[in-house]
């Protein structure tokens, strides 16, 4: 069984959402940021979502969704014992429903697939819920838990596609219209679509002129290939970097939902999401998850030059990112910012071409993070020597100044620097 009887989402259910969470769950604030703004030639706002006491806005439909239980049991006068939830969830979702649970007393039992990150499944296990892992993908782990909901007699809350659920996460866009009346456009991360649902029936109730743009990661892109048929349809996905979006099908509630209000879907590329990530730790000392930095890698990603001088909002919606994975994925974003590069070159094996070879190198203004000097198995004449280097530069300009100054003294590459991998 699953935990909404209703049919629809109305801006006066995502009001009484709002009632149900008042004085529990954070209000984040959506401050005006002044770098990104004159980083990205719009006037940016920022929905801080990441602050809530699990890391996502999940807390807000996974609140109002068992709220909303509690309610319809206690309206019907039912004497049977609510014997708990279940929840099929890799991250975020389960967070929000394993915390709201122990707050309101209901027992929660969350499908982890084996693959799932241990601090997501330990973290959850912390906020009391009971976890089960079960299969190699959130797909396989959903077939679990609805068939625990069968067998159990358990209620099953959907992650995204559920109405009290998208009412709850309808509530950001009632407080961003709140904090930021004057909006042009909002920009949302889209997963399984039931974020951009609610914000996007919230703030055009309000606001019928607002602009309300979805981001995908090309990995990921399941809402666009929906609208390209018009309803939803699985996808092969791809690794990606923003994981809390990687759902191979928008869900039908919420694609019906939202596809009438949304007023255009861009995706962007990985590289594109890591640049993000990097640019909000830099400049508005904020850790997201690749999910929440894929709205900033919309405006950046110059598909959206419409927005350019407009009041826009970007939703940052999580910051649940493992640190070993945030180190590698700022790595991935100094590369695509040309501020590390790499390559190989020959030089000669005889006394002091190694050291010419770094004083070109420090005159060039670059600094040189790793070097690996080879002669047992380099591809070249005995005489000579292959220098596999990673330097830190400034950008992409200084990239090349280090390749023309380094050509110029007749470094030979063997593979060239690279600007973009």
Known sequence: MTS???????YASIVEARENLRGVLYESPCPESVPLSELTGSDVFCKLDYLQRTGSFKERGARNALVQLLARRKASDTQTPLIGVVA???????LGLSYHGRLLGIPVTVVMP?????????????L?????????SYPDARQHALKMAEELGLYQVPGFDDTDIIAGQGTMGLEILEQVPDIDAIIV???????????????????????IIGVEPEEAASFTAALAVGKPVPIILAPTIADGLAVSQV??????????????VITVTEDQIALAILRLVELEKGV???????????LLSGKLPELRGKRVVLCLCGGNIDPSVLCRVVERGLVADGRLCRFTVMISDRPGALAEFCRLVALSGASIREIVHERAFAKVHVSSVEVYCVLETRNHGHVKEVFDLLSSHGVQFMVRPNMTE
């Open 128 to 136: 009391g819920a009971t976890i089960v892992l079960a299969g190699e």
């Open 251 to 264: 869900g039908e509630i919420s694609y019906a939902l939202a596809a009438p209000l949304v007023d255009k």
């Open 114 to 126: 084996i693959t799932a990150p241990l601090i997501k499944v330990e973290t959850c296990r912390k």
């Open 4 to 10: 909404t009887q209703n049919s629809t989402v109305t």
């Open 288 to 298: 997201v998850e690749g999910a929440a930095a894929s709205s900033l890698a919309a």
């Open 189 to 211: 991360p889209v997963g399984g679509a039931g974020l951009i649902a609610g914000i996007a029936i919230a703030a055009k109730a309000i606001n019928p002129g607002i602009k």
């Open 88 to 94: 099929a969830s890799a991250g975020n979702h389960a």
